[in-house]
Protein backbone atom coordinates (compact mmCIF):
# COMPACT_ATOMS: atom_id res chain seq x y z
CA UNK A 1 0.00 0.00 0.00
CA UNK A 2 1.12 3.67 -1.05
CA UNK A 3 1.64 6.55 1.45
CA UNK A 4 -1.59 8.64 -0.72
CA UNK A 5 -3.61 5.05 -0.25
CA UNK A 6 -3.33 4.60 3.40
CA UNK A 7 -3.37 8.11 4.57
CA UNK A 8 -7.27 7.93 2.40
CA UNK A 9 -8.29 4.96 3.51
CA UNK A 10 -7.33 5.09 7.25
CA UNK A 11 -6.78 8.82 8.26
CA UNK A 12 -9.15 10.57 6.38
CA UNK A 13 -12.07 8.82 7.79
CA UNK A 14 -10.93 8.72 11.42
CA UNK A 15 -10.83 12.23 11.20
CA UNK A 16 -14.00 12.89 9.69
CA UNK A 17 -15.91 11.48 12.46
CA UNK A 18 -18.38 14.08 13.99
CA UNK A 19 -15.71 16.85 13.99
CA UNK A 20 -16.42 19.48 16.94
CA UNK A 21 -16.97 23.53 15.85
CA UNK A 22 -13.88 24.29 17.15
CA UNK A 23 -11.85 22.03 14.30
CA UNK A 24 -12.26 23.82 11.30
CA UNK A 25 -9.78 21.34 8.97
CA UNK A 26 -8.67 17.73 10.31
CA UNK A 27 -6.48 15.58 8.09
CA UNK A 28 -6.33 16.25 4.55
CA UNK A 29 -4.45 19.28 4.19
CA UNK A 30 -0.81 20.49 4.55
CA UNK A 31 -1.82 21.82 8.81
CA UNK A 32 -5.04 20.77 10.59
CA UNK A 33 -7.17 24.38 11.27
CA UNK A 34 -7.81 24.68 14.97
CA UNK A 35 -10.14 27.68 16.16
CA UNK A 36 -8.39 28.60 19.25
CA UNK A 37 -9.50 31.73 21.56
CA UNK A 38 -11.05 33.55 18.32
CA UNK A 39 -8.16 32.90 16.67
CA UNK A 40 -7.40 30.18 13.64
CA UNK A 41 -4.05 28.16 15.02
CA UNK A 42 -2.55 26.12 11.73
CA UNK A 43 -1.16 22.64 13.72
CA UNK A 44 1.31 20.40 11.20
CA UNK A 45 3.91 17.93 12.18
CA UNK A 46 6.70 16.45 9.45
CA UNK A 47 9.01 13.37 10.34
CA UNK A 48 12.53 12.76 8.44
CA UNK A 49 13.96 9.68 8.84
CA UNK A 50 17.54 8.62 7.42
CA UNK A 51 17.70 6.39 4.25
CA UNK A 52 13.83 7.56 3.30
CA UNK A 53 14.62 11.36 3.72
CA UNK A 54 18.17 11.93 3.66
CA UNK A 55 21.54 9.95 3.77
CA UNK A 56 23.38 8.69 6.97
CA UNK A 57 26.44 10.99 6.16
CA UNK A 58 24.22 14.52 6.37
CA UNK A 59 26.26 17.10 7.86
CA UNK A 60 24.04 17.94 11.26
CA UNK A 61 23.76 21.60 10.81
CA UNK A 62 21.82 20.63 7.38
CA UNK A 63 19.77 18.06 8.84
CA UNK A 64 18.51 20.27 11.63
CA UNK A 65 18.13 23.28 8.76
CA UNK A 66 16.25 21.28 6.79
CA UNK A 67 14.38 19.59 8.94
CA UNK A 68 12.86 23.01 10.09
CA UNK A 69 12.40 24.19 6.73
CA UNK A 70 10.14 21.73 5.52
CA UNK A 71 7.94 21.68 8.29
CA UNK A 72 7.61 25.24 8.04
CA UNK A 73 6.53 24.95 4.23
CA UNK A 74 3.59 23.62 5.29
CA UNK A 75 2.56 27.07 7.08
CA UNK A 76 3.36 28.61 3.89
CA UNK A 77 0.97 26.66 2.00
CA UNK A 78 -1.63 27.52 4.44
CA UNK A 79 -1.35 31.61 3.77
CA UNK A 80 -0.32 31.32 7.71
CA UNK A 81 2.52 32.50 9.96
CA UNK A 82 4.76 30.02 11.72
CA UNK A 83 5.30 30.92 15.17
CA UNK A 84 6.46 27.87 17.86
CA UNK A 85 8.02 24.76 16.76
CA UNK A 86 8.33 21.48 19.18
CA UNK A 87 11.28 18.68 18.31
CA UNK A 88 11.05 15.40 18.36
CA UNK A 89 14.42 13.66 17.87
CA UNK A 90 15.55 9.74 17.51
CA UNK A 91 18.87 9.31 17.95
CA UNK A 92 21.09 5.86 18.03
CA UNK A 93 24.09 7.55 20.63
CA UNK A 94 24.53 11.19 22.12
CA UNK A 95 27.88 12.99 20.41
CA UNK A 96 27.84 16.73 21.87
CA UNK A 97 29.52 18.27 19.04
CA UNK A 98 26.70 16.84 16.40
CA UNK A 99 23.65 17.70 18.49
CA UNK A 100 25.29 21.24 18.98
CA UNK A 101 25.65 21.65 15.31
CA UNK A 102 22.06 20.21 14.56
CA UNK A 103 20.49 22.66 16.89
CA UNK A 104 23.08 25.33 15.02
CA UNK A 105 20.77 24.32 11.86
CA UNK A 106 17.56 24.32 13.57
CA UNK A 107 18.17 27.93 15.17
CA UNK A 108 19.47 29.47 11.89
CA UNK A 109 16.31 28.57 10.52
CA UNK A 110 14.25 29.29 13.17
CA UNK A 111 15.40 32.57 13.25
CA UNK A 112 15.26 33.61 9.97
CA UNK A 113 11.33 32.90 10.26
CA UNK A 114 11.17 34.47 13.86
CA UNK A 115 9.74 31.23 14.75
CA UNK A 116 10.51 29.79 18.62
CA UNK A 117 11.29 25.93 19.29
CA UNK A 118 9.02 25.00 22.50
CA UNK A 119 9.57 21.87 23.27
CA UNK A 120 10.01 18.35 22.33
CA UNK A 121 11.16 15.02 23.12
CA UNK A 122 14.47 13.07 22.64
CA UNK A 123 14.57 9.15 22.25
CA UNK A 124 17.25 6.27 21.07
CA UNK A 125 16.38 4.90 17.42
CA UNK A 126 17.58 5.14 14.04
CA UNK A 127 18.03 8.59 13.33
CA UNK A 128 14.57 10.52 12.66
CA UNK A 129 13.26 14.25 13.06
CA UNK A 130 10.01 15.30 13.86
CA UNK A 131 9.14 18.72 13.48
CA UNK A 132 5.75 20.13 14.95
CA UNK A 133 4.89 23.64 13.66
CA UNK A 134 2.20 26.19 15.10
CA UNK A 135 1.59 29.13 13.23
CA UNK A 136 -1.45 31.07 13.32
CA UNK A 137 -3.91 31.91 10.35
CA UNK A 138 -3.50 35.93 9.77
CA UNK A 139 -6.06 35.33 6.95
CA UNK A 140 -8.34 32.65 5.71
CA UNK A 141 -6.41 29.52 5.79
CA UNK A 142 -6.21 28.30 1.88
CA UNK A 143 -7.45 24.63 1.59
CA UNK A 144 -6.50 22.17 -1.33
CA UNK A 145 -9.73 21.60 -2.32
CA UNK A 146 -11.30 25.12 -3.32
CA UNK A 147 -9.95 25.10 -6.90
CA UNK A 148 -12.13 26.54 -9.12
CA UNK A 149 -12.99 25.63 -12.71
CA UNK A 150 -11.38 28.56 -15.23
CA UNK A 151 -8.79 29.41 -12.32
CA UNK A 152 -4.85 29.55 -13.41
CA UNK A 153 -2.52 27.44 -11.99
CA UNK A 154 0.99 29.22 -11.07
CA UNK A 155 4.29 27.87 -9.46
CA UNK A 156 6.67 30.01 -7.04
CA UNK A 157 10.42 29.87 -7.69
CA UNK A 158 12.13 27.47 -9.87
CA UNK A 159 11.75 23.37 -9.75
CA UNK A 160 14.47 20.18 -9.70
CA UNK A 161 17.29 21.46 -7.80
CA UNK A 162 16.97 19.69 -5.04
CA UNK A 163 16.16 16.04 -6.75
CA UNK A 164 18.71 17.36 -8.91
CA UNK A 165 21.05 17.62 -5.33
CA UNK A 166 20.43 13.65 -4.43
CA UNK A 167 22.03 12.68 -8.06
CA UNK A 168 25.00 14.18 -7.16
CA UNK A 169 25.09 13.45 -3.36
CA UNK A 170 24.56 9.91 -4.47
CA UNK A 171 27.62 10.43 -6.91
CA UNK A 172 29.76 11.95 -4.27
CA UNK A 173 31.04 14.00 -7.06
CA UNK A 174 33.71 16.77 -6.93
CA UNK A 175 32.23 20.49 -6.53
CA UNK A 176 32.04 23.65 -8.39
CA UNK A 177 29.77 26.59 -8.17
CA UNK A 178 26.36 24.85 -9.79
CA UNK A 179 26.59 22.01 -7.67
CA UNK A 180 26.93 24.06 -4.89
CA UNK A 181 23.39 25.68 -5.82
CA UNK A 182 21.49 22.54 -5.98
CA UNK A 183 23.19 21.13 -2.97
CA UNK A 184 22.00 24.35 -1.05
CA UNK A 185 18.73 24.16 -2.14
CA UNK A 186 18.04 20.58 -1.61
CA UNK A 187 19.56 21.73 2.13
CA UNK A 188 18.50 25.22 2.86
CA UNK A 189 15.02 24.94 1.95
CA UNK A 190 13.35 28.40 1.96
CA UNK A 191 9.58 28.26 2.89
CA UNK A 192 7.66 30.68 0.78
CA UNK A 193 6.15 32.21 4.20
CA UNK A 194 6.34 36.04 3.49
CA UNK A 195 5.01 35.23 -0.53
CA UNK A 196 1.99 32.92 0.36
CA UNK A 197 0.88 35.86 3.52
CA UNK A 198 0.52 38.72 0.16
CA UNK A 199 -0.99 36.06 -1.85
CA UNK A 200 -3.39 34.89 0.24
CA UNK A 201 -6.51 37.21 -0.58
CA UNK A 202 -5.77 35.87 -4.30
CA UNK A 203 -5.19 32.47 -4.01
CA UNK A 204 -8.51 29.72 -4.45
CA UNK A 205 -6.57 26.56 -3.06
CA UNK A 206 -2.81 25.87 -2.91
CA UNK A 207 -0.40 23.49 -1.71
CA UNK A 208 3.72 23.75 -1.02
CA UNK A 209 5.76 21.36 -3.39
CA UNK A 210 7.30 18.21 -1.05
CA UNK A 211 5.85 15.35 -3.29
CA UNK A 212 6.57 16.45 -6.39
CA UNK A 213 4.99 18.90 -8.56
CA UNK A 214 2.72 16.37 -10.31
CA UNK A 215 1.97 14.69 -7.53
CA UNK A 216 1.16 17.72 -5.28
CA UNK A 217 -1.13 19.36 -7.76
CA UNK A 218 -2.96 15.59 -8.21
CA UNK A 219 -4.11 16.49 -4.41
CA UNK A 220 -5.48 19.82 -5.78
CA UNK A 221 -7.35 18.74 -8.40
CA UNK A 222 -8.55 15.54 -6.42
CA UNK A 223 -9.45 17.30 -3.53
CA UNK A 224 -11.21 20.22 -5.56
CA UNK A 225 -12.78 17.66 -8.17
CA UNK A 226 -11.66 19.75 -11.16
CA UNK A 227 -9.24 18.35 -13.56
CA UNK A 228 -5.36 20.62 -13.91
CA UNK A 229 -3.90 20.65 -17.22
CA UNK A 230 -0.29 21.44 -16.98
CA UNK A 231 1.90 22.91 -19.78
CA UNK A 232 5.74 21.00 -19.73
CA UNK A 233 7.16 24.33 -21.64
CA UNK A 234 5.53 26.41 -18.81
CA UNK A 235 7.21 25.00 -15.65
CA UNK A 236 10.05 26.77 -14.40
CA UNK A 237 13.18 24.81 -14.61
CA UNK A 238 15.46 25.75 -12.63
CA UNK A 239 17.82 27.40 -14.97
CA UNK A 240 21.74 26.19 -13.16
CA UNK A 241 20.13 22.75 -13.47
CA UNK A 242 19.96 22.72 -17.09
CA UNK A 243 24.02 23.16 -16.94
CA UNK A 244 24.53 20.03 -15.09
CA UNK A 245 22.24 17.61 -16.56
CA UNK A 246 20.51 17.02 -20.03
CA UNK A 247 16.51 18.80 -20.69
CA UNK A 248 14.80 15.63 -20.21
CA UNK A 249 15.97 14.61 -16.93
CA UNK A 250 15.73 18.29 -15.71
CA UNK A 251 12.06 18.57 -17.10
CA UNK A 252 11.39 15.33 -14.78
CA UNK A 253 13.14 16.55 -12.33
CA UNK A 254 10.92 19.76 -12.13
CA UNK A 255 7.65 17.71 -12.50
CA UNK A 256 8.57 14.56 -10.62
CA UNK A 257 11.51 15.62 -8.06
CA UNK A 258 10.07 16.60 -4.61
CA UNK A 259 12.00 19.31 -1.95
CA UNK A 260 12.04 22.22 -3.06
CA UNK A 261 9.28 23.45 -0.85
CA UNK A 262 7.76 26.05 -3.32
CA UNK A 263 4.19 26.92 -3.42
CA UNK A 264 1.69 25.58 -6.05
CA UNK A 265 -1.66 27.52 -5.86
CA UNK A 266 -4.50 28.48 -8.44
CA UNK A 267 -6.49 31.87 -8.92
CA UNK A 268 -9.17 33.39 -10.44
CA UNK A 269 -7.12 34.97 -13.70
CA UNK A 270 -8.98 38.07 -13.38
CA UNK A 271 -6.05 38.27 -10.34
CA UNK A 272 -3.42 38.08 -12.86
CA UNK A 273 -1.60 41.33 -12.75
CA UNK A 274 -2.26 41.57 -8.90
CA UNK A 275 -0.03 38.43 -8.56
CA UNK A 276 2.34 39.32 -10.79
CA UNK A 277 3.08 42.24 -8.80
CA UNK A 278 3.29 40.58 -5.73
CA UNK A 279 6.08 38.50 -7.31
CA UNK A 280 8.17 41.47 -8.61
CA UNK A 281 7.46 43.17 -5.54
CA UNK A 282 9.17 40.13 -3.47
CA UNK A 283 11.71 39.32 -6.14
CA UNK A 284 10.23 35.90 -6.40
CA UNK A 285 9.28 34.13 -9.76
CA UNK A 286 5.50 33.67 -9.70
CA UNK A 287 4.75 31.10 -13.39
CA UNK A 288 1.34 30.31 -14.87
CA UNK A 289 1.89 26.32 -15.87
CA UNK A 290 -1.77 25.19 -16.03
CA UNK A 291 -5.25 25.84 -16.04
CA UNK A 292 -8.16 24.02 -13.83
CA UNK A 293 -11.10 22.61 -16.16
CA UNK A 294 -14.17 20.53 -15.69
CA UNK A 295 -12.75 16.71 -14.86
CA UNK A 296 -10.90 14.96 -12.88
CA UNK A 297 -7.37 14.37 -12.32
CA UNK A 298 -3.79 15.97 -13.56
CA UNK A 299 -2.16 15.96 -17.16
CA UNK A 300 0.95 17.65 -17.76
CA UNK A 301 1.03 18.58 -22.15
CA UNK A 302 4.06 18.14 -23.98
CA UNK A 303 4.74 21.46 -26.87
CA UNK A 304 2.67 19.36 -29.33
CA UNK A 305 -0.27 19.56 -26.77
CA UNK A 306 0.36 15.45 -25.90
CA UNK A 307 0.02 14.01 -22.83
CA UNK A 308 3.32 13.09 -20.70
CA UNK A 309 3.30 9.51 -19.85
CA UNK A 310 2.39 10.10 -15.81
CA UNK A 311 4.48 6.86 -14.74
CA UNK A 312 7.98 8.94 -15.41
CA UNK A 313 6.43 11.74 -13.16
CA UNK A 314 4.87 10.06 -10.67
CA UNK A 315 6.37 12.01 -7.59
CA UNK A 316 8.00 10.34 -4.53
CA UNK A 317 6.27 8.23 -2.54
CA UNK A 318 7.53 7.32 1.45
CA UNK A 319 6.83 3.42 0.77
P1 LIG B 1 2.35 17.06 3.58
O1 LIG B 1 3.02 16.46 2.37
O2 LIG B 1 1.87 18.43 3.38
O3 LIG B 1 3.16 16.91 4.84
P2 LIG B 1 0.90 14.63 3.63
O4 LIG B 1 0.59 14.34 2.19
O5 LIG B 1 2.07 13.96 4.27
O6 LIG B 1 1.02 16.20 3.80
O7 LIG B 1 -0.35 14.28 4.52
C1 LIG B 1 -1.66 14.45 4.03
C2 LIG B 1 -2.65 14.50 5.18
O8 LIG B 1 -2.74 13.26 5.84
C3 LIG B 1 -2.29 15.54 6.23
O9 LIG B 1 -3.42 16.34 6.45
C4 LIG B 1 -1.95 14.74 7.45
O10 LIG B 1 -2.39 15.39 8.62
C5 LIG B 1 -2.69 13.42 7.24
N1 LIG B 1 -1.94 12.33 7.88
C6 LIG B 1 -0.84 11.72 7.37
N2 LIG B 1 -0.36 10.80 8.22
C7 LIG B 1 -1.18 10.81 9.31
C8 LIG B 1 -1.22 10.12 10.55
N3 LIG B 1 -0.29 9.21 10.87
N4 LIG B 1 -2.20 10.42 11.44
C9 LIG B 1 -3.12 11.34 11.13
N5 LIG B 1 -3.16 12.03 10.00
C10 LIG B 1 -2.21 11.79 9.08
MG1 LIG C 1 2.72 20.15 2.51
Redesign the pocket.
Known sequence: MK??E??DKF??P??NLDLPNDIKK???????VLSVGGKNLAV???TMSKDTHFYADIAPYDLGFRSVGAALS?MA?MSATPKYVTLSLSLQRIETPWIEKFLGGVKACLDEFDCHLVGGDTVKGSLSVSVQVIGICEFKPIYRNSAEENDLVAVSGSLGAAKTALQFLDKNSSKNADIDHVLARYHRPSPRIALAKELAKYMTSA??I??GLFS?IG?IACQSMKQITLFKQDIPIDPIILKLINEKEAILNALAGGDDYEVAFTFNRKYSKKIANIGKSLNIPITVIGTVEKGRGVRVLDERGVPIDESLIKGFDHF
Open positions: EKLIFIFYAAGDDAASVDDAIDSDDQ
